[in-house]
């Protein structure tokens, strides 16, 4: 956890004691030689350690037992107190739960100031929260008169009986059982939780290599389903979707949106995404542009095409709109085309003032693919007929499912995401596919793409055959535009031919087509493939081909390289890095048995030669 002060600190974990029923002391603490500035503290159990020699005859009742329980923190760059270490456990007996005296905290401390009494006032409204609110028998305090006002007035999480309790031990089983797990909580003014975001230990792994396009799940919240639940959705090498955040918001609000968006960033240490794709929302909008500024913002498209029934299903025209609409979409290449079949569209059914149509029209910069052409998705822009990002807990959550319900299936959904993924690399490091052209692209990617994303591109390798010529347009100097010509399958299984732009130039070694599917889907389109092919170029130049999608992607690629100049003084960042540098071992030693005992071989060998520099010191 992390506080604002150290105040903060002391009296959450004085409220913590006063719960469970011990006393807190300040055991050490560390200030800045020159501004006598506080960095460093350690908190203790009243109990911890024993009386001095000297002290032991004199009549006062001996009280300590060499209590283990304590509390290390220190101040950190982001100028907040982090938590860096916990001892729960006690080796006495530990006094009855008062819950009154939680209104009493901080009076027998020596803090008179104003600022400490604010302090003690804000962390008593945390704690309350969390632990008072959800009552001894685990049942919520709310007002059903306040949660009827949910809806209108989104300030709080709309929490039912025993809601807050789920949500408290399952935090604190997550932070007890899940190394680096990570969470914040956002409380009203009146101490209520009003949103909470976490992120375990295998998601901030999966947000080093897969956060540079995201998909802002938001369809629970939006579709006001029981559980307000919103997630961070990735794409890793084999193309399959994973978890790289959730959270549970009180509403739609840009200051909820805002709120969750900063705490993402803090967890992943201000790492921005390049592409963020989300459902239409003025309020999402305006939380991007402000924690986000230079990202990608764009709005789901297969989102967009889901609503066409419900937005224009009354139209007495809709099949024919429908139609027209689809064909503006998907099948223009050039923005003029697309501008051409709108209006269209537009003049045709005479839908000109029709609201929704009319604001599609407005945001058709963020959705419409002819305008994308420059921005990188990673496989989710949904640019062909068909395709959809589907929500990542699809299958564990219905209209009515419970929050504690979901809090159990959470950890089934991720550990089944988590088998897919180490099944896959398996299949990818220990098989080679089959080839199934003689062309050379073919051969070379074989040898480096996961087998999802080599299956893929060679479906683009056999559908080269499909394009039956390839001509020069322009040339100017170095660069050279090629027309390639292909018979595509339409509605009805009838067959035309279309023509693709590919620009060329050999002394870049640059390709690019006018279909743009390297940035929609992260490889070279079957145009791209024709003109190299014309052009006697025998290998894929490396540019195009992108590391996120390699077998080895985990093994060659080290999130955030900057960790590696450790400070010398700085041993939270010593931590962090040592963690990131561990996570990658024990992700490659879940894979099978024989890597699992190598792994566990490893571990106890680098602990031995620790121990060595141990030795050497002493």
């Keep these: ?78 100028k907040r107190w982090r938590v860096l270490e916990v001892t729960l456990e006690h080796n006495h007996l530990l006094g009855a739960k008062i819950y009154k005296s939680i209104k009493k905290v901080g009076s027998g401390m020596k803090r008179k100031s104003q600022s400490s009494s604010d302090a003690e006032k804000r962390t008593i409204k945390l704690y309350r929260a969390l632990v008072i609110d959800s009552g001894v028998d685990g049942t919520s305090n709310l007002n059903p008169t306040d949660i009827r006002n949910f809806p209108d007035h989104p300030n709080q999480l709309n929490l039912k009986k025993g809601d807050t309790q789920a949500i408290y031990n399952y935090l604190c089983r997550m932070q007890l059982t899940n190394p680096n797990f990570f969470y914040l909580m956002d409380l009203n003014d009146d101490g209520r939780l009003r949103n909470v975001f976490w992120m375990d230990a295998r998601c901030r792994a999966a947000c080093g290599y897969f956060a540079d396009v995201i998909y802002f799940d938001n369809t629970y919240l939006s579709n006001k389903y029981e559980i307000p639940l919103v997630a961070f959705v990735g794409i890793n090498h084999h193309g399959q979707t994973v978890l790289l955040g959730c ?76 139609k027209a609409l689809i064909k503006a979409v998907y099948e223009t290449l050039k923005v003029i085309e697309f501008e051409a079949a709108w209006g269209f569209m537009i003049q045709r059914f005479g839908v000109g003032d029709h609201e929704w149509l009319h604001s599609l029209y407005e945001d058709r910069f963020r959705w419409a693919p002819v305008y994308l052409k420059e921005t990188f998705f990673a496989g989710m822009s949904a640019a062909r007929p068909g395709e959809t990002l589907s929500p990542f807990f699809d299958r564990y959550v219905h209209k009515q499912t419970p929050l504690k319900e979901f809090l159990d299936k959470y950890e089934l959904a991720l550990q089944k995401k988590h088998k897919e993924e180490a099944l896959a690399d398996i299949e990818s490091r220990s098989s080679s596919p089959t080839l199934k052209t003689r062309c050379s692209f073919e051969f070379q990617l074989s040898k480096v793409y996961t087998r999802e994303i080599f299956k893929n591109f060679q479906f683009e390798v056999e559908e080269m055959y499909s394009c039956f010529s390839t001509t020069q347009l322009h040339v100017d100097g170095p660069i050279i535009i090629f027309l390639v010509k292909e018979r595509v399958v339409v509605e009805g299984n009838r067959r035309e031919i279309r023509d693709y732009e590919v620009l060329y130039n050999r002394t870049a070694g640059e390709v690019r087509c006018i279909c743009s599917c390297f940035n929609f889907y992260g490889y070279l389109c079957r145009h791209a493939l024709c003109v190299l092919n014309f052009n006697g170029v025998e290998e894929i130049p490396s540019k195009y081909i992108l590391s996120r ?48 005992k190598v792994a566990l071989q490893a571990f106890e060998e680098s602990l031995n030669r620790v121990h060595d520099v141990e030795d050497k010191h002493e």
Excluded at 15 to 23: L, Q, T
Excluded at 252 to 261: A, I, P, R
Excluded at 557 to 579: C, E, K, V
Aim: aromatic letters at 12%.
């Design 549 to 596: 999608w390699k077998k080895d992607f985990k093994r060659i690629y080290i999130p955030d390289h900057g960790s590696s100049n450790a400070d010398d003084t700085d041993r939270m960042q010593w931590f962090n890095q040592l963690y990131r540098s561990a996570l990658q071992i024990v992700e490659e030693g879940v894979i099978s048995l024989d890597h699992y």
């Design 247 to 322: 959270a549970l918001l009180a509403g739609e609000t840009t200051e909820s949106y805002t709120w969750l968006f900063r705490a993402w960033l803090t967890c992943v240490s201000g790492q921005f995404p390049q592409t963020i794709i989300t459902d239409r929302c003025k309020a999402l909008q305006s939380a991007i542009a402000e924690v986000f500024p230079r990202c990608h913002h764009r709005f789901g498209l297969s989102h967009i095409i889901k609503k066409v029934p419900e937005k224009l299903g009354g139209l007495r025209n809709y099949d024919a709109i429908r």
């Design 1 to 78: 956890m992390e506080f604002e002060s150290y105040d903060d600190a002391y009296n959450y974990y004085n409220c913590y004691a006063k719960e469970v029923g011990f006393r807190v002391r300040v055991k050490n603490s560390w200030f800045k030689r020159n501004s006598r500035e506080k960095y460093g503290a350690v908190l203790c159990c009243s109990s911890q350690g024993f009386k001095r020699i000297k002290d032991v005859n004199r009549l006062r009742k001996e009280t300590r037992t060499g209590c283990p329980a304590m509390l290390r923190m220190r101040l950190v760059d982001s």
